[in-house]
């Protein structure tokens, strides 16, 4: 196959920009990806080839295991089988870590959690572990009671959100990033697959540290655009989403994480008068007034790291913010990243490496893109982190995949269909495979969904230089 990527009614890159990412294609240091057939669409995806890892996360097992610790839960109930919000007694058991991880029938509570996963994933359900009293877990830097285990159902690598979560640690510019740790789930003895267990959103001094304040111009808020008001109407009838605070900024829904405001005198109509003041100042394209509000260099990271996974969910949900400060230093904060599993390729549309998405998809960043001022900073840190953080990002994903194997493969020995196709020809493909591009259906082990992201990945960023080398 010749060294080339073919860019096809390429719309937002000139013949300019094509031609750098063409050249930069055939400078000789990358191959085409093996693993992939057509899976890239019309594009001819490449392997890099990867840096040293540098910046390699501290795991909680012992030195030279490679393996994930594993989380056995004993309780009365099918978590996967009883109402999404239905809180249930439990105990909880850590092995396989380093001892100072280790628990042994800890009391908790268990609960279902999430949307389109749970909705569609009734094999491998996402859950929340509540403890009794603020814990130390596997690791992470916050002191907290709740905690999630992310089912990755959708994700065949497992490992979008967390990778994310990595590259999001590595650029420095968040409040805070999410902690992250692969695995193994029991449930009653019975294994469950690969979850990703992280960081609940919530208020905690590692996590997003805020303040309430009586005054509403000084008290801090934690917030998520959540899609529309109409679908959040369905979701709350269908017991999707929580019934919290929330209000209405350019025919969003955002939500009120923290804190709650149904007794907070003054606090809700602070929040919408603050981004009102950030709407407009972005519809009017005045970045000089967006950057006395907005906090520009989360801004600019929140908008990269969603354009080059090209992630969905960055269009009108999981985009998380916080509201912090007082006086001329208060400010909008991005962050944290949230929800890639579908991302990075890995939807039934919107999967080629090519096109901007976030900037045209996102109104708020559709706006931003057509400022020069932001443009420029955006371009400018896309070559910055491009040979850094970028490519950390990718040799991180291939050091999951050479350690980790045999580990994340259990998870497909327990859901052994999804990697099956006599399964797929009989008819027993998974449910939710619809939500996936069809040639990705057809990488058959986990070795070649990762080197799929990881090629898909590398030729957006490819493509994503070419795009930035015209705004100069």
């Known amino acids: 196959m010749d060294k080339k990527i073919i860019l096809r009614n390429a719309l937002f890159v000139s013949v300019l920009a094509l031609a750098v990412a063409v050249a930069l294609m055939l400078q000789g240091r990358d191959r085409p990806c093996d693993c992939c057939g057509g899976a890239g669409g019309d594009t001819v995806l490449y392997m890099p080839q990867l840096p040293a890892l540098e910046n390699l996360p501290p795991t909680p097992v012992p030195d030279g295991v490679r393996d994930f610790p594993s989380l056995h839960l004993t309780t009365a109930y099918d978590p996967f089988a009883v109402e999404r919000r239905f809180w ?172 709650r405001l149904n007794q907070r005198n003054g606090h809700l109509d602070e929040l919408q008068s603050f981004l009102y003041r950030v709407d407009a100042a972005i519809k009017a394209h005045n970045f000089d007034a967006v950057a006395a509000l907005v906090d520009v260099p989360s801004l600019v990271d929140f908008y990269l790291v969603q354009e080059w996974f090209k992630d969905i969910d960055g269009g009108d949900r999981s985009i998380f913010m916080q509201l912090m400060g007082t006086g001329e230093m208060r400010r909008l904060y991005f962050g944290p990243l949230w929800d890639f599993d579908r991302s990075a390729g890995n939807l039934a549309f919107w999967n080629t490496p090519e096109y901007i998405f976030i900037g045209h998809y996102n109104a708020w960043f559709a706006d931003l893109m057509a400022m020069d001022a932001f443009r420029t900073l955006v371009a400018n840190r896309w070559r910055e982190i491009r040979h850094g953080q970028v490519m950390q990002t990718l040799a991180y994903a291939m050091h999951l995949l050479d350690t980790y194997e045999d580990a994340f493969n259990r998870n497909f020995e327990r859901h052994d269909h999804i990697f099956a196709p006599d399964g797929r020809d009989a008819g027993t493909e998974p449910a939710w495979f619809w939500l996936v591009p069809e040639a990705v259906q057809e990488l058959h082990s986990f070795s070649a969904q990762v080197e799929f992201m990881v090629a898909w990945l590398y030729t957006r960023a490819v493509w994503l230089d070419g795009y930035f080398e015209q705004i100069g």
Request: glycine letters at 8%.
């Open 88 to 259: 249930h007694d439990a105990e909880l058991t850590v092995s396989g870590a380093t001892d100072a991880y280790l628990m042994d029938g800890a009391n908790v509570r268990l609960r279902g959690r999430g949307n389109s996963t749970w909705l569609h994933g009734e094999e491998k359900r996402p859950l929340r572990i509540r403890f009794e009293a603020p814990v130390t877990f596997l690791g992470a830097p916050a002191v907290a009671q709740d905690w999630v285990l992310i089912a990755n159902l959708f994700d065949m690598t497992l490992m979008r959100t967390h990778l994310a979560f990595y590259m999001g640690g590595t650029l420095g510019t968040f409040p805070w990033t999410p902690f992250s740790q692969m695995v193994h789930v029991y449930i009653n003895g019975a294994y469950q697959g690969v979850f990703q267990l992280a960081d609940e959103r919530d208020v905690n001094p590692a996590r997003a540290n805020l303040t309430f304040d009586a005054d509403p111009t000084r008290s801090e808020f934690l917030l998520e655009i959540d899609g529309s008001a109409a679908s959040r109407d369905r979701r709350l009838a269908e017991g999707e989403v929580e019934n919290i605070d929330f209000t209405f900024v350019n025919g969003w829904v955002i939500d009120v994480r923290y804190p």
